[in-house]
């Protein structure tokens, strides 16, 4: 743990307050300069908007993924033929390298030549094609929904197993007490449910804040930074432009707003915990 998390955690906090360059690696020297780093990421405009971006990122991710990933489940908590067979073929978008499903969903809502505006066209929904990945009011909702394709099967899993757990004698007894199907699920079902719902939040949460290779892989961070987020500013900046100081700060950035959420899992797993025994 000191060796391959302790050490580069450390030493990315102190390369975030130094001049760090490529000549550092012939050079070994690498000035310290304070705050400097700090103040020129913190004013660029471009960190404002990816840490919009991200936000709604990893916002728009999570609530698709859960919403669906929470119908799925419930749907599959009722025994029919073949439905494991289904889970199965359902879980294949969370198997899939995110480089190998951005790249297939970049040929899909390819504007002139992609399956998804052929589609539509072709039902009579729309007239002309739509530039999902190449417009910047479209990139930002495409990147979210391809996102959440893949995370719908996490949830799914997760949610279907924390369901398993609730004995089917108190589904049966909110309903024969007069409860609709609404109203048993969310006064019966998601509050038994809640330390795996929050598990699944904060673990998609985590996952989601970071994500780096979906997006330059449909995207590259654009159009115009239409898709511009905390993780492709820190490789814009590091390995792109070759500031490792400035694309040390972003990632101290991302560590941070990781670490407050692991923290929130922690406490949710030992209340989880408890609540078992």
Do not use: C
């Not at 417009?135 to 398993?164: C, E, K, R, T």
């Amino acid at each position: 743990m000191l060796v391959f998390f302790g050490y580069p955690l450390v030493r990315n906090v102190v390369m975030s307050f130094q001049d760090y360059t490529p000549a550092t690696y012939f050079t070994g020297e690498a000035p310290f300069t304070g705050l400097e780093n700090w103040w020129a990421v913190l004013t660029d405009e471009l960190f404002a908007s990816s840490l919009w971006h991200t936000l709604l990122f990893t916002v728009g991710s999570l609530v698709g993924q859960f919403t669906i990933g929470m119908a799925l489940a419930l749907f599959f908590s009722r025994r029919f033929p073949l439905s494991g067979v289904m889970r199965s073929l359902l879980l294949l978008p969370w198997l899939i390298p995110m480089v190998v499903a951005g790249t297939v969903w970049r040929r899909v809502l390819d504007q002139e030549t992609g399956v998804v505006n052929e589609a539509l066209q072709g039902l009579g929904v729309v007239s002309s094609a739509i530039p999902w990945l190449s417009s910047p009011d479209h990139a930002l909702i495409s990147v979210i929904l391809v996102n959440i394709w893949i995370g719908i099967p996490f949830n799914m899993v997760i949610l279907y197993g924390g369901l398993q757990e609730i004995p089917r004698e108190v589904r049966e007894a909110a309903l024969l007490d007069g409860a609709g199907p609404f109203r048993a699920f969310f006064g019966v079902i998601l509050p038994m449910m809640k330390p795996v719902v929050t598990v699944v939040l904060v673990l998609g949460f985590m996952s989601t804040v970071k994500i780096l290779d979906l997006i330059l892989a449909l995207t590259n961070g654009g159009p115009a930074h239409a898709t511009e987020t905390l993780g492709t500013y820190t490789y814009q900046l590091s390995f792109l432009q070759l500031d490792f100081g400035q694309g040390a700060v972003v990632g101290n950035v991302l560590i941070l707003i990781s670490m407050v959420f692991a923290v929130i899992y922690l406490r949710a797993n030992r209340d989880g915990l408890e609540e078992r025994r």
